[in-house]
Structures are given as C-alpha cells and as structure tokens.
C-alpha cells in the first residue's frame, strides 16, 4: 500500500504540468486555486508576453510592466476564462489590450525618456575583440539594422503592429490572430500586407543583404517562413 | 494569367498552405515575375524584420533554470528509492504486503460485523416493540367484544323472559297482570 502511494506520488510529481495542456492547467488553477498551475502558465507564457510588450510599446521596462499586469489579471479573472476557449488567445488578448491601454495613454501624455536600456544599444556596445566573434564594425552595423527596423516597426500604426508582432515574430496562424484580435481573417491578412508594404518603403534604404551571418540569425524558435 | 490572390501569396510566404496550393504557387511563381517580385519584397522584409531581437534577461528566466535542477533532484530521489525496491528481496516484499493485506481486510471485517451486530440488534428490538403493540390491542379488542357479548346475552335473556310472560297470559285468557318487578327489563 505504501508503495502503490509512493509510485502515485512521483507519477503525479513528474506528470505534474509536463503533460498538461495549457487549459488544463487554466481549469485547474481556476477551480481549485492550485498555485502551481499558475506557476506553469506563467514560466511557459512570460517570455512571449514580455517580447510582444517590447515590440508593441517600444519600451522594455514599461513591457515589463505590461507583463506583469497580464498575469495579474489572469491571477484575478481567472475564474472568468470560458471552457472550450483558447488559454493562449485569451493571454494574447489581454496582453494586447493593455499595450493598446500603454499607447493610448501615452498619446495623451507624452513622456521622454530619460534614458533607455533597450537591447538595440546593448547590442551596438562594443565590446573586446574575440577571434570567433563579430567584428566591432559588424557589431555596430547589426546595431544600427536593429535600432532601424525597431523605429519602422514602432512607426507603423498599431493595428498594422499587432499583426505584425503576432505573426511573424511570435508566429501565430493568421487564423490564431484573428480570433485574439475578434477581428476576421481576410482583415487580419490584408493589414499584414499592408504593414509589410509599409516596412519595405521605411526599410528599403538598409537594403540587408541575405547573408549567411544574417540567416544565422534568425530566431528558430519563433520561425517565421518568410 | 489568372494570379493567386494576396492571402493566398501570404499563407504560401508563412507556409500555411496545404501541399497541393503551395506546389500550384511555387509553379505560378517560376513563369509569374510580378508575384515574385511581391514575394521577394515580403520576404526581405521579413528578413529585416528579424533584425530586431528581443533577449528575456535572466532575471526573467530564473524560475525556468530552477527547474531542470529541480527536476534532476527528483530523478536523483527517484532513482534512490528504486535503487532501495530492488535491494529488497522479493520474497520478503511479497510477505510484506501480505501481512499489511491480511491486517487491513481483518480491520475493516472487524468493523463490518461490529456494524451488522449493532445493526441486528436493533431490528429485533423494534420487531418485539411492534408484537407487543400487536398483542395489546388484541386484547383490548377482546374486552371490548366481550363486554358488548355480555350485554347482547343480559337484553336476550329479558326479551325472553317477557315474550313467555306474555303468552301464558295468553293462553289463560285472563287480563294479564302486571309484570312482576322481577321480569321487566333493566
């Protein structure tokens, strides 16, 4: 009897959240309160809640913020998330709204930034030379490429932007988009058109080339097939 | 030429088209330069948009490197106390479950028949409860009937005893008398 207790006790410890889906955690973080659940949700969720806080605000301390906030509000209207529902599109949903919360905000009272600590920089910052590593002026280039397509991405209008962030840096189906934003799928694909059209015009003068370097780059994890 | 529509040219650019559309795609696009030349501004554009690197500082990521340790110190416990079930030998365990068996059904037997017990016990009571209801309203419906028997038999024997007064006055032809005391009826 002892035994058979132990092996449920470790079979719950090593299936526990490993295996559950994203919802099941929601229901039972919903229905019981079982804090681990929301521990779960939360490691696998803060990292592309974070990014689409940086991409759509521009600001990575108000981002984090902004992610803080989502999770608050998952904590708090948790026992409000609907069964048959989507866990991520309703994370995506509320995330959203408080960026567009952010900017409007900001379009009211315009703030300066007293300093910034963006990873633009961070990555212009030249540091000693290795053997193996990037140049100080392949550094800087990369810096400046980012600084670019960061300010075209900023610029674009913020419908244009979540399309934008949701697809192809977080790489949601153009469907997945459509039902986070409640907005229909041919919407959804002609802004991104547009949003593309109007980031070649602001980033056609950078020309970057498709270089091995360059392809190196690309974020495996959040594919984009473009 | 009939062109595949802009949706279609951004499900094929992100690969969200099925096989069939997207090899159809892929020839439209080998005799179509106009949609090339959309497909390649879309795609250097996208490689431009790559450019842009978000970095989760570790302080973010804490929680997610405690894990694997977490998870190694588990594997580690796990491994131990299996290493621990082996070491014991099979024979021992069986008898040792055996035991713990035997023990617990001799508990809950224990249990089960102190409860039948108490449980017999108190249907007999209420069994003898409900006889002796029975009987004494048995016998207060005897009283009661031989009473009303009693009283039957006291009015027959004075009906009788006038209707023979009378007809011996009958039968003598004579004014009858008056009933003695004796024979009129309570």
């Known amino acids: 009897m002892q035994a058979d207790n132990m092996a449920r006790f470790f079979q ?26 929301f521990r779960l949700l939360h490691e ?12 759509m605000t521009g600001d990575e301390h108000r981002a984090e913020d902004l992610r803080q906030e989502t999770f608050a509000r998952v904590f708090r209207f948790g026992r409000e998330f609907e069964n048959g529902r989507k866990f991520s599109t309703w ?17 009211r009272r315009p703030e300066l930034a007293l300093a910034t600590t963006d990873s633009a920089e961070d990555s212009v910052r030249v540091e000693e030379p290795m053997c193996d590593g990037p140049s100080p002026a392949q550094q800087l280039e990369t810096g400046e490429r980012h600084a670019a397509v960061r300010t075209a991405l900023l610029e674009l209008p913020e419908h244009y932007r979540s399309v934008v962030v949701l697809r192809h840096y977080e790489n949601l189906k153009f469907a997945e988009i459509a039902e986070a934003l409640a907005i229909p799928e041919g919407t959804v694909k002609s802004r991104m058109a547009e949003a593309l059209k109007q980031l070649n015009t602001r980033l056609a003068p950078l020309e970057l080339p498709a270089t091995a370097t360059q392809r190196k780059l690309l974020p495996t994890s959040q594919a984009a097939c473009l | 030429m009939k062109h595949p529509t802009q949706d279609q040219w951004l499900d094929f650019a992100y690969g969200e ?10 020839a439209h696009l080998a005799v179509c330069p106009d949609c090339a030349r959309q497909l390649n501004e879309w795609r250097r554009t996208g490689q431009q948009l790559n450019a842009w690197r978000v970095d989760v500082s570790p302080t973010r990521e804490v929680n997610a490197r405690r894990w694997p340790w977490a998870a190694a110190a588990a594997i580690a416990l796990l491994l131990g106390v299996t290493a621990g079930r ?12 055996a035991t713990e068996l035997r023990a ?19 249907d007999q009571q209420v069994t003898l409860d409900l006889l002796k209801q029975v009987e004494a309203r048995r ?21 009788f005893q006038q209707a023979n007064y009378q007809m011996r006055s009958l039968a003598s032809r004579a004014e009858p008398a008056a009933v003695p005391a004796a024979y009129r009826p309570n």
């Open chain 1, 44 to 55: 696998r969720w803060h990292a592309p809640i974070f990014r689409l806080c940086v991409r």
């Open chain 2, 104 to 122: 617990e059904f001799d508990q809950k037997l224990n249990v089960t028949t102190a409860q039948w017990l108490l449980a017999r016990q108190q």
């Open chain 2, 17 to 26: 088209l099925a096989e069939p559309q997207r090899l159809d795609l892929e």
């Open chain 1, 12 to 37: 719950h410890l090593f299936n526990r959240g490993t295996k559950l889906t994203d919802e099941q955690l929601m229901w039972r973080f919903a229905g019981t309160g079982d804090g681990e659940a």
């Open chain 2, 139 to 159: 016998v207060a419906e005897d009283t009661s009937l031989r009473k009303s028997l009693e009283t039957v038999a006291v009015l027959t024997q004075s009906g």
């Open chain 1, 91 to 107: 994370l995506w949903r509320i995330a959203l709204n408080l960026c567009h919360d952010e900017l409007r905000r900001r379009q």
């Open chain 2, 86 to 97: 082996w070491s014991i030998n099979p024979a021992d365990l069986r008898g040792q479950i």
